[in-house]
């Protein structure tokens, strides 16, 4: 047990591979945002690493990474291979950075239910990071806008995360409202940080038939919520939501 309490801010962004709310590449304004809120772990989501000429093919994470000088992993959910061998695959999906060491990661791919071009390959980035002698699980996903899509990839997560005996915290875009059965379904398990489909603020800036309160932080009985806001940005068409989570000790 460490010496203090333990508390983390915790966000989650989707970042629109680093296009601001006008359409400008601007991963630099992405920076700022996370650096600004002082974030020791972040769920990114919409990353695109070497992807394609809409970011310059950078290896966005890394480029993250190294200006914040914080520890990464990546999920890759959708890989195309280059037109040259020589070149970098070009892949897109979700990410994470951290203050802590990620002792490991891995990136599960959720099931599609339908192999047809507009169906979109989800997955959920898993990381086990370890703060103060204390490992916690940590888990990253962006999930479909299709509803039969949805509440499986969501029913497929759940099993993922019930195997973990550990604090949980769970980071996502989800397109699906609070009081959406698939969100509900969550919350049986983990409590949402904004406790209540009232008080969870909008979050995605364009007008859609998904909705607008679509991004989560979740996390399981260990944490205590301190605080939950949402951050007015241009730095993307999601505000990144922030959370300051305190572990919980037993006497």
């Known amino acids: 047990m460490p010496d203090s309490i333990l508390s983390l801010k915790i966000m989650s962004f989707n970042i629109s591979s680093g296009v601001t709310i006008d359409g400008h590449l601007d991963l630099e304004l992405t920076a700022s945002v996370i650096e600004g809120a002082d974030v020791d772990i972040a769920g990114l989501q919409e990353v695109d690493q070497h992807f394609s000429e809409r970011t310059n093919f950078t290896d966005q994470i890394k480029w993250l990474a190294d200006r914040l000088n914080m520890h990464s ?4 959910n959708l890989i195309v291979p280059p037109a040259d ?9 979700n990410a994470l950075l951290s203050r802590y060491p990620i002792t490991s990661y891995r990136n599960h791919l959720l099931e599609k239910l339908d192999s047809g071009k507009e169906s979109e ?3 959920v980035l898993e990381a086990v990071i370890d703060i103060e002698d204390i ?13 039969r899509q949805l509440e499986h990839n969501v029913k497929e997560l759940l099993e ?3 195997e973990k005996k550990v604090p949980i915290i769970l ?8 009081d959406s059965p698939h969100m509900l379904k969550i919350e049986d398990e983990l409590d949402n940080i904004f406790g209540s489909t009232a008080l969870h603020p909008a979050t995605y800036k364009k007008q859609g038939d998904h909705g607008q309160k679509i ?3 979740f996390c ?13 940005t241009q730095a993307s068409d999601h505000k990144p939501i922030l959370a300051t989570l305190q572990l919980k000790f037993e006497a």
Do not use: C, M
């Not at 020589?86 to 897109?92: D, E, I, K, L």
């Not at 980071?171 to 609070?178: K, L, Q, S, V």
């Open 171 to 178: 980071t996502g875009d989800f397109n699906a409202n609070p």
């Open 215 to 217: 991004d989560f932080i």
């Open 135 to 147: 490992s916690i699980a940590f888990f990253n996903t962006h999930l479909s806008l299709k509803e």
């Open 85 to 93: 061998a020589r070149w970098p695959v070009h892949a897109y999906g």
């Open 121 to 123: 390959q989800r997955g």
């Open 73 to 76: 992993a990546f999920g890759p």
């Open 220 to 232: 399981s009985e260990h944490w205590r919520v301190l605080s939950a806001e949402a951050i007015e």
């Open 160 to 162: 993922i995360i019930r």
